[in-house]
Each structure stands twice: as C-alpha cells, then as structure tokens.
C-alpha cells in the first residue's frame, strides 16, 4: 500500500525546535528525491530537499534554520528545524521531489503536520 504519512508536529515558542518526520511506505524510496513542503496563507512551497545522493537543497527563508535528513532503510525523511519563527507556521508536508507523487493517476499527499510557531 502506498502510504505517506507525517508527524511531529505541535506549538512551540519563538525560537524553538522541532523535528519532522515522514514515512513513505509501499514505494523504491532510495530511488527518490525527498522534500518538505509547506503552505501556510499562500501556496505551497518547497523549503528542503534531498536527492537520492543526499545532496540537500534549501529555501532561502529557512537555510541555517533547518536540517534535512532521510534513511532509506526506513522509508523516512526527516526535518529539524530550529530557531523557529512566527513566520515559520504552516501545515508541512513531505513528498517525492520533484513531487508530487502520483499514484494511480493521482497527486498523493499525506495529512501533513500542522506546526504553530506563537508565544
């Protein structure tokens, strides 16, 4: 079953951590470049990647912030991010980048993990 699935999520101060993480089961991941996506008020936009080498990639609004990471083993991806910011709230979502994966004719996308950056 293809399946994606995201967590970690919550609230959290001004200037604080997170970390994301994404299981994306049922597919060849090793053979994929990964990313994190986010949309808040605008449309969604890509602020990390990884390619199948591990060549990581980010958006300038958050380099030196966050932490791309996968394991292929896991079928996982994963985003640390720190000294978050207001700005940085959004519902993030993890997919094949270039993404989004299709399935079935389909664009496929998780629930994504809802992250609130607020005193």
């Known amino acids: 079953q293809v399946q994606l699935v995201e967590s970690g999520g919550g609230l959290v101060q001004p200037g604080g951590s997170l970390r994301l993480s994404c299981q994306f089961s049922g597919i060849a991941f090793s053979m994929y470049g990964m990313g994190w996506y986010r949309q808040g008020s605008e449309k969604r936009e890509l602020v990390a990647a990884i390619?199948?080498?591990?060549?990581?990639n980010y958006a300038d609004s958050v380099k030196g912030r966050f932490t791309i990471s996968r394991d292929n083993a896991k079928n996982s991806v994963f985003l640390d991010m720190s000294s978050l910011k207001p700005e940085d709230t959004a519902v993030y979502f993890c997919?094949?980048?270039?993404?989004?994966?299709?399935?079935?004719?389909?664009?496929?996308w998780g629930q994504g993990a809802q992250v609130t950056v607020s005193s």
């Open positions: 997919n094949t980048d270039p993404g989004p994966f299709v399935f079935m004719g389909n664009p496929l």
């Open positions: 390619s199948r080498s591990s060549t990581k």
